[in-house]
């Protein structure tokens, strides 16, 4: 599986964006397709993650961020609203066979074999 995010820039605080991520392949829907960021001097952390039909996010972009699907298009988004200096950072998709993974374990970067090339997002204040 081959990922190309796209999507990110500079937004103002308050603003939204959304990324997006196209999956090489015929077998999209089989896998869990998830966001991590990471921001200079931080390790990668987790975003969001959708497998089958769940969403999955991490407490600190729940109610802000929104992630989807599109399986005939092959790609994944992440709406991303009320956008904060803190949420700058370069984003990465990932995926990994949904067989794979479970709700306890999605969360973790070491646990997804397939990844983008980042996408850097800026939030100006």
């Known amino acids: 599986v081959q990922l190309q995010a796209s999507g990110g820039g500079l937004v103002q605080a308050g603003g939204p964006l959304r990324l997006s991520c196209a999956a090489s392949?015929?077998?999209?829907?089989?896998?869990?397709m998830g966001w991590f960021r990471q921001a200079p001097g931080k390790e990668r952390e987790f975003v969001a993650a959708?497998?089958?039909?769940?969403?999955y996010y991490a407490y600190f972009v729940k109610g802000r961020f929104t992630i989807s699907r599109d399986n005939a298009k092959n790609t994944v988004y992440l709406q991303m609203n009320s956008l904060k200096p803190e949420d700058t950072a370069v984003y990465y998709c990932?995926?990994?066979?949904?067989?794979?993974?479970?709700?306890?374990?999605?969360?973790?970067?070491?646990?997804?074999?397939?990844w983008g090339q980042g996408t850097q997002v800026t939030v100006s204040s």
């Open positions: 959708s497998r089958w039909s769940g969403g």
């Open positions: 990932a995926a990994e066979l949904s067989k794979n993974l479970d709700p306890g374990t999605l969360y973790s970067r070491n646990n997804y074999n397939y």
């Open positions: 392949g015929r077998t999209f829907s089989s896998y869990a």
